[in-house]
């Protein structure tokens, strides 16, 4: 036995005002609750972006604090430890943890880095683009060494009102620096030494002539020659 399918015909012709009415009151229901879950998305998404947009502004105008070895900007064979403040507002308090501590070839000259008060103390306040700058090794003096050439360096400091930031973490590792091809750049250190050697050069010169010509003298005066005054 097949069954029909049932067909809803809906007769608009024998609506009556009340049944119009009704129908019209229903459709506007429907449509302000639409109307209203748009506004309330929209609201949404607004206080959303309003939200990304501040914590934006507020990242920033934080405080950046990066430690990191550089090259010495006077001689390429020395490593620099530095200290920046990259953000945009004052560091305060500003205290750096190294594991393992830090071990140099110039330990022993009196200016151990690593009993330094820049890594024992904490540094009161770092303004925006300042840099601190230590003289930490010699590459090749510390490669012969076999000092650590990977170090995990903490960095924990406030926002300028005082607020403690994340602490940052970084993983410094010199050993990168012995397996990368450079060009030799000579700086102001090499002419400075360079210039040295010419003197001593030129020292060692004017000594030699000066016992040639004594000598001289000494063999004319003996062969009874005349000596030029």
């Known amino acids: 036995m097949t069954r029909e399918p049932t067909v809803l015909a809906v007769d608009f012709g024998a609506w009556t005002p009340d049944d119009w009415s009704a129908a019209a009151t229903v459709a506007t229901a429907v449509l302000t609750l639409f109307t209203v879950a748009i506004a309330v998305a929209a609201a949404l998404y607004a206080r959303q972006q309003v939200t990304l947009a501040r914590q934006l502004r507020e990242d920033q105008a934080q405080p950046f604090v990066v430690v990191d070895f550089a090259d010495n900007p006077v001689w390429n064979k020395a490593i620099d430890f530095v200290v920046e403040n990259m953000g945009q507002t004052l560091a305060k308090n500003v205290k750096i943890k190294v594991d393992p501590p830090f071990q140099t070839t110039m330990d022993d000259s009196g200016h151990a880095l690593g009993s330094s008060p820049l890594l024992t103390q ?8 300042k840099r601190i700058i230590a003289l930490f090794d010699v590459s090749h003096d510390r490669h012969a060494a076999g000092l650590p050439m990977k170090y995990t360096a903490t960095v924990e400091f406030e926002d300028a009102h005082g607020k403690p930031q994340e602490p940052l973490t970084y993983i410094l590792d010199l050993s990168i620096r012995y397996s990368l091809l450079s060009i030799t750049e000579y700086r102001t ?9 010419i003197s001593k050069t030129l020292k060692e010169t004017r000594s030699d002539l000066k016992g040639e010509f004594y000598r001289r003298r000494q063999v004319e005066s003996a062969d009874g020659s005349i000596v030029p005054e």
Do not use: F, Q
């Open 122 to 129: 904490a540094i009161p306040s770092l303004p925006p683009g």
């Open 189 to 197: 250190h090499d002419a400075a030494k360079a210039l040295r050697e």
